[in-house]
């Protein structure tokens, strides 16, 4: 058993809930001028699949659950599912609403290798690598001589669509890094 702090419950971690084990879908800090730090946790039960929202002060303090982990490659869609394959050859299934944050990221047959986290030996949370490395489909083009001060535009992402800001010479087809923590643009490879 370990313990984990609210302040630090991030999305994919387990713990116990009312007696029952839950996955983490989502964790936001919410901090108050006069008052104590609160979180908000959107979690789904591992033995029912409802997802409800619970709010803790900060500080307390959650019975954390032990998982096992697996490295799998993210490899196609099957609705509801999400479909993902370790290093045998084996597939195991997760449903999109679980890891709907994500999916502005993963695309068909990726290269990038996710940690699938499982209990009682079925699938329940998805961690993407810190950075994924993806192309972008369409972008504005830098209009000449704007000296409004803009260091950002919109950029649309291939496959997925999803739209993040990213830093004005960022043209149409380049391959850019994302941060899957923050959703933030890095850098543009060249």
């Not at 901090?31 to 908000?40: D, E, H």
């Not at 609705?79 to 990221?105: G, Q, R």
């Not at 290798?113 to 030996?121: H, R």
Request: aromatic content about 6%; hydrophobic content about 35%.
């Amino acid at each position: 058993m370990s313990v984990k702090i609210a302040n630090n419950l991030q999305s994919g971690n387990v713990v116990i809930l009312e007696g029952e084990p839950v996955v983490v879908i989502k964790a936001v800090i919410n901090k108050s001028g006069r008052n104590q730090a609160v979180v908000k946790v959107k979690a789904k039960n591992l033995l029912t699949n409802r997802v409800s929202e619970v709010i803790f002060k900060s500080d307390d303090k959650l019975e954390g659950v032990m998982m096992e982990k697996k490295d799998c490659k993210y490899s196609y869609f099957s609705a509801p599912n999400h479909v993902f394959v370790d290093d045998e050859f084996n597939e195991y299934e997760i449903d999109a609403e679980t890891i709907s944050d994500l999916e502005k990221y993963i695309v068909d047959g990726m290269e990038e290798v996710c940690e699938v986290t499982f209990y009682e030996e079925r699938p329940i949370s998805v961690v993407l690598p810190k950075i994924i490395v993806r192309e972008v489909e369409y972008t504005e083009p830098v209009v000449r001589g704007d000296t409004s001060g803009k260091i950002s535009k919109t950029a649309v992402l291939k496959e997925t669509k999803h739209e993040l800001q990213v830093s004005a010479f960022v043209e149409i087809g380049d391959k850019i890094e994302i941060d899957t923590e923050t959703g933030e643009f890095r850098k543009r490879l060249t």
